[in-house]
């Protein structure tokens, strides 16, 4: 009988003795609060729950691997400090047939200890390599305690609450979101308008995928790729936040195809939408293949940051207006996501 506790698994990241590794963590050479790379640490986390769920698969299936199928939400509790070690505590959740849920508390500890993120993640396990890869069935977890077996209830409540929020994607406006974006439209007829157009908030690059990127042989590793869209999205953020834009939480990130090297990959992040100090950022990371046969959508993200001054007080930030109907579905989309989110932001 294996347990969740059975299964946990722990990395320390030494930021109070390394001062090398320190300096790779900050974001700028000065006294900052919240001076923490966070995309640096979301490739910390993806690698941490990549291990924490091979270690239960290859109980049963040695030759097996794992690959991130999404992450669920990442929820920011505090700022961290840069120059204090930080502790990422992962178990298993929750497993499905072959799916396996990896929840993640990152903190650093100390008196007092700061509770950094709430982190979950969503991996499957694979046997076989390229197009001859499947999932391999997985025996299930035994949940003893209380704890264990309110933590499996919430994972597999969250994959149903994201199964619903997909379907609510093809839904029409209800009554009050088609007032809400008939009013930012009918704002941007007014005289002297000059308000923030969605259409104008993006961000893109492009970048080639070589061997040192690689994690599972003849793949890409996908928290590197996360990274690098979650630092296109930062800057973009950054066109709408007038102080500091700080993360908030990562609403979802799926992965969809793998990448390989020699790929081409463009990275796209937009605005989509505001409210109060927050700001949610849409990131999409298409492939093309090296001889140019083949492209596909590889991750969708969607990032919430939010706007604070120097002593990460919350400042605001001003509205977002779509225009067109593509902007008006990620503007409904992000505003779902958000509500969904905001009791925890809260």
Same mark, same amino acid.
């Given at each position: ?102 929840? $993640? ?77 008939? =009013?930012?439209?009918? =704002? ?46 930062? $800057? ?51 492939? $093309? ?6 492209? =596909? ?50």
């Amino acid at each position: 009988m294996t347990t969740p506790s059975d299964t946990s698994f722990f990395q320390t990241l030494s930021l109070a003795d390394d001062v090398t590794l320190r300096r790779r963590f900050m974001v700028v050479d000065e006294d900052l609060l919240g001076n923490m790379r966070f995309g640096m640490l979301l490739e910390v986390l993806d690698k941490v729950a990549e291990e924490t769920a091979l270690k239960y698969v290859n109980r049963f299936y040695p030759d097996a691997r794992v690959v991130t199928a999404a992450i669920d939400n990442i929820i920011v509790r505090h700022v961290a400090d840069v120059t204090r070690d930080i502790v990422c505590e992962a178990r298993i959740n929750h497993v499905g047939r072959s799916s396996l849920v990896i929840g $993640i508390r990152v903190e650093q500890p100390g008196d007092p200890a700061n509770h950094v993120a709430s982190c979950y993640f969503t991996m499957v396990a694979r046997s076989g390599m390229g197009e001859g890869a499947v999932s391999v069935a997985l025996p299930p977890l035994e949940y003893v305690t209380e704890r264990e077996q309110a933590r499996a209830k919430k994972a597999v409540a969250r994959r149903e609450e994201h199964t619903q929020q997909q379907a609510l994607t093809s839904e029409p406006p209800s009554s009050d979101e088609y007032r809400m974006l008939a =009013a930012l439209h009918k =704002a941007q007829d007014e005289p002297g308008f000059q308000g923030l157009l969605a259409g104008r908030l993006v961000a893109d690059s492009w970048e080639r995928m070589y061997p040192e990127f690689e994690n599972v042989p003849q793949k890409i590793f996908g928290g590197y790729l996360v990274r690098r869209a979650y630092e296109l999205s930062s $800057i973009c953020s950054e066109l709408v936040a007038p102080d500091r834009s700080v993360m908030a939480a990562v609403n979802r990130i799926n992965f969809f195809h793998p990448v390989r090297m020699g790929d081409k990959l463009h990275y796209t992040s937009r605005v989509v939408f505001t409210c109060g100090s927050y700001i949610c950022v849409e990131a999409n990371i298409e492939r $093309i293949s090296r001889d140019r046969t083949s492209k =596909a959508l590889s991750n969708s993200c969607l990032f919430t940051f939010v706007n604070v001054d120097r002593e990460l007080r919350h400042k605001p930030v001003p509205a977002v207006y779509p225009t067109t109907y593509a902007e008006d579905a990620r503007y409904l989309e992000a505003e779902r996501s958000f509500k969904a989110l905001s009791e925890h932001l809260a």
